[in-house]
């Protein structure tokens, strides 16, 4: 009943904002915010919404095998994101765009840019929905708001969907007036919600220990665990130049090339203010994850100090911690819980958002309609609802492995395109860029498993950037030659 009644209050704070950002509002109130957004404030949303609960779950259990190399990966993300900020904004504020998509519309062709927005449609529903249903699994796995292992496991399948139901009616109905405007706003909550969370987990760990906060630090860089640099292996998936390679690329396709992402910081009054939000949440998603690997090394330590044996699965480490000190301080887990609903509805909040804007904008071509954008906001919520029950009835970690892999796959065709348009002035043939942003990501499948077989190497982050050449390459050798 306690965990029904914060998210109750929760809810309420968020409704509470959509009310209020949500006053005559009009279809550019929800596609772009009036193009009134402080940027300051997009800034500390834009933090909390690229946070997802997987990110809450998985960052703290990668230290045990992987130690804090991941921050490798976050070094190449600075990079990404000043790109983003003088190279890509720029051109979307110049050209005044809606939807970043319509870029690929205006340079390349009309094929390309529903190429382009499809993509981004079938990946971002195909994620979001399963970063939700991994955190309301996880929330029920943990027997929050009274339900047991025994609810997770299946047994009370019913009682899921309706979860699932409810937190989705409640993610539309606070943002199906205002959409962008109210995220701006709500999202700056949430980042402060899920940062609180993680802070006092960190603290109540740490007291745990019996330590000081100052002892933490000492300890956690003493530790084996945090070695952050791999300079010596180049075979290895996290060799630095590999990692921060590919972060500088992840950061450029799964922001600067995601209208999800991208749709917040076009609300803001002025490029200037734009680059300023974009460098400042670039800078800020550096110590943000060392906070995270962090609470990986302490867990790891109280784990070892209280004798019990590691999870197997490195995303069970906070969860477990969770239930087994839920019985002597319950308090932990509703601060975990809050985190987890904070991190769960800022990232699907903004996709749903994003999802309505592409497919009305890009698919339909109908801007100022609001009677349809209404209407495909509240299917778009009901696909994320069908879509999460699938993923629930399947019910298998490889499946869920095999989509996120999907969704890895078709970011890369969206940096062929736009390098190529970005690049280059050579025309190309439209009529073939659908088969080409479809075939790139085949054979980036058969070259992993080709190369696999042969040399026993496995592509990693570096598997986008390949993708993104091939359709590069595409593109190139089927432009039509200039008369």
Known sequence: MTTILIVLLYFALLFAISRWTGRRATNETFYRANRQSPWYMVAIGMVGASISGITFISVPGMVNSIGMTYLQTCMGFIVGYVVIAFVLLPLYYRLNLTTIYSYLGQRIGHRAYKTGASFFLLSKMTGAAVRFYVVCWILMECGLGGAGGETAGGHDSWLFAVVVVAMTALIWLYTRQGGIKTLVWTDVLQTMCLFGALLLIIYKVVGDLGM??????????????????????????????????????????????????????????????????MCTYGVAFLPANLLFLSLGVLLTMWYQQQGIALPVKGDELLPAFIQQTSSISPLTSYIFMLGMVAAA??????????????????????????????????????????????????NSTSVIDAIYILCSYTYGPLLGLFAFGLLTKRPTNDRLVPYICVASPIVCYLLDMIVGQLTGYRFGYELLMLNGFLTFLGLWFSGKVNS
């Open 212 to 277: 000081t906060m100052g002892d933490a630090v000492v300890t956690i860089k003493n530790s084996e665990l945090s070695r952050v640099f791999v300079l010596d292996d180049w075979f290895s998936k996290q060799y630095f130049w590999k990692q921060f390679l590919s972060g500088a690329f992840i950061a450029i396709v799964m922001t600067g090339l995601d209208q999800d992402m991208m749709q917040k910081n076009l609300t803001c009054r002025s490029l200037r203010d734009a680059q300023k939000d």
């Open 345 to 394: 509805f800022s990232s699907a909040d903004s996709a749903l958002t994003a999802l309505t804007t592409s497919y009305c904008v890009d698919i339909c071509g109908r801007p100022d309609d609001e009677r349809l954008r209404r209407r495909v906001h509240i299917a778009m919520a009901g696909i994320f609802v069908v879509f999460i029950l699938i993923f629930r009835v399947l």
